[in-house]
Nanobody, 116 residues
Framework: QVQPVESGGGLVQPGGSLRLSCTSP????????VGWHRQAPGSRREFVAS???????DYQDIAAGRFIVSRDRVMNTVYLQMNRLKHEDTAVYYC??????????WGQGTQVTAYS
């Protein structure tokens, strides 16, 4: 199995925080890019944030200033810290790893629900 595995989703009130985790059976630090994406009901999957092998991060506007991507080599995990969550952040969040320019593996996703 080479698919990454997400965890950390759940229910949170607007304004709250969650930290999602993405781990892999392989060395996740060997991936060229590890990305976070999300898909809300009735919507297309959209890019949220990513981190490259060299540690460069990229954020979609929806995440800038609120979400932070980080990595832990000991835990072999990439995190997505989500702060000041909004109702519109409700979605299934997916992690993917991209290697060699074409080898892309997706996780099964983890549900995040911001409710009031």
């Amino acid at each position: 199995q080479v698919q990454p595995v997400e965890s950390g989703g759940g229910l949170v009130q607007p304004g709250g925080s969650l930290r999602l985790s993405c781990t892999s059976p392989r060395d996740i630090f060997s991936a060229d890019t590890v990305g976070w994406h999300r898909q809300a009901p009735g919507s297309r999957r959209e890019f949220v944030a990513s981190v490259t092998k060299s540690g460069n991060t990229d954020y979609q506007d929806i995440a800038a200033g609120r979400f932070i991507v980080s990595r832990d080599r000991v835990m072999n995990t990439v995190y997505l810290q989500m702060n000041r969550l909004k109702h519109e952040d409700t979605a299934v969040y997916y992690c993917n790893t991209v290697s060699g320019g074409s080898q892309t593996y997706w996780g099964q996703g983890t549900q995040v629900t911001a409710y009031s």
